[in-house]
């Protein structure tokens, strides 16, 4: 196997994306630790959460943006630096409106890195499903280790030093990326900004049929994951009394499916068709979220982290669809542009299934979830089968 910069290039950009979602992930298995300590409901959680992930999806445009101006290097390092600040900041919050702000900075800054090293990827790979799905195994590498670690420290010694675990993360990546990767030429370097933000070009992006509808799907989609990866742990606990450590173990489980399938799901996308790997992610996922809720005993939850673990690794097959209509030039801005939409939309997911839990109980909260996965399944199946060209 002959080594290339390129492949360099993408195991240090999937190195900084499992940076970036480490840091968010480490907050859910500790939540029911954060509520005690602070006494607070799941709803209020929940909102500080959805915030942390608006606050995410907010930034993707902005740093496609500064990505053109400045460079996607520098934009990268950005994000794993601050990241590294915030997360140490979040765990030495002695309020509870502290640690909210410093939850929703956390989003902010780690959601400079993925758009930005998105782009970057395209740029050097022509089989872009395959090598986002290798970028976007960064997240399910995260969540492998995140929930497990966290839940053990967490027991140990408590949420705050669980929530800067991602501190010691964030360092070394960000020295090895400096260190290794090249500095990147600036798409527009001379281009003024405001340029960038005027509202008739990026309406132009949104009246495409092709770019609507999939963003329609992707918050969907998303609003469904998020809900699923901001309060897994807590379902386990509270709706099938599952202890701590084994809720973190099973969310673990779900990061290693997930990660099993990203990169095959890519592959699909690549070799078959988009929109036939959506629609299975997301039947994938409705099964999963059934069987979460209601399948009896441990081996009912395995099949569930199974389905569901496939059915949230739609990602690597829906981002392509946006660049299949995007051009080389408008990647940057563009592609920022529909994943701060999705994005912000759809993180409000973690509001949505903490409020329903509050007002419902868990079970309904997981089984809207499934209906909306059906749903998003239905409009790809119907766009498909109808051949009405979204």
Not at 6 to 33: H, N
Not at 57 to 84: C, D, N
Not at 88 to 104: D, K, Q, S, Y
Not at 252 to 277: E, H, K, W
Request: hydrophobic fraction near 55%; charged fraction near 10%; aromatic fraction near 12%.
């Amino acid at each position: 196997m002959n080594w290339r910069y390129r492949d360099t290039v993408l195991l240090l950009c999937m190195f900084a994306f499992f940076v970036t979602y480490f840091a968010r992930l480490v907050v859910s298995p500790v939540v029911p630790f954060i509520v005690d300590d602070f006494v607070v409901s799941n709803t209020q959680i929940g909102i500080a959460l959805s915030g942390m992930w608006i606050a995410y999806g907010v930034t993707q445009f902005p740093s496609g943006v500064l990505a053109e101006r400045y460079g996607e290097k520098r934009v990268i390092a950005i994000a794993l630096g601050g990241t590294a600040i915030v997360s140490l900041l979040t765990a030495m919050a002695p309020l509870f409106v502290v640690f909210a702000a410093c939850v929703v900075l956390l989003g902010g800054v780690a959601g400079l890195h993925y758009s930005v090293a998105t782009t970057l990827l395209s740029r050097t790979y022509d089989d872009i499903g395959t090598a986002l799905g290798l970028h976007s195994f960064g997240a399910p590498l995260a969540g492998l280790l995140a929930p497990v670690t966290a839940s053990w420290v967490g027991v140990r010694f408590g949420w705050r030093p669980a929530v800067a675990l991602a501190s010691l993360v964030a360092v070394p990546t960000l020295a090895l990326f400096s260190w290794r990767v090249r500095a990147t030429e600036p798409r527009h370097p001379g281009r003024p900004m405001r340029e960038r933000f005027a509202v008739a070009p990026l309406v132009g992006y949104l009246s495409r049929p092709p770019i609507t509808f999939t963003i329609a799907i992707a918050i969907i989609a998303t609003f469904a994951v998020n809900g699923i990866v901001a309060f897994l742990p807590t379902f386990l606990v509270e709706h099938r009394a599952y202890s701590p450590t084994l809720a973190g173990v099973v969310f673990s489980a779900y990061f290693v499916v997930r990660g099993g399938t990203q990169i095959g799901v890519g592959v699909l996308s690549d070799r078959i068709g988009r929109d036939f790997a959506i629609a299975t992610c997301l039947f994938s996922g409705a099964g999963g979220l059934a069987l979460f809720v209601a399948g009896p005993g441990l081996v009912a939850v395995a099949a569930a982290v199974l389905l569901f673990g496939v059915g949230s690794s739609f990602f690597a097959s829906l981002e392509p669809r946006f660049m299949d209509v995007l051009s080389d030039a408008e990647r940057g801005a563009g592609f920022g542009l529909v994943r701060t939409i999705y994005l912000a939309v759809g993180s409000t997911g973690s509001f949505g299934a903490s409020l329903l839990a509050d007002l419902f109980g868990w079970g309904v909260s997981f089984g809207v979830l499934a209906v909306l996965c059906l749903f998003a399944f239905g409009c790809i199946v119907t766009n498909a089968a109808l051949n009405l060209g979204y």
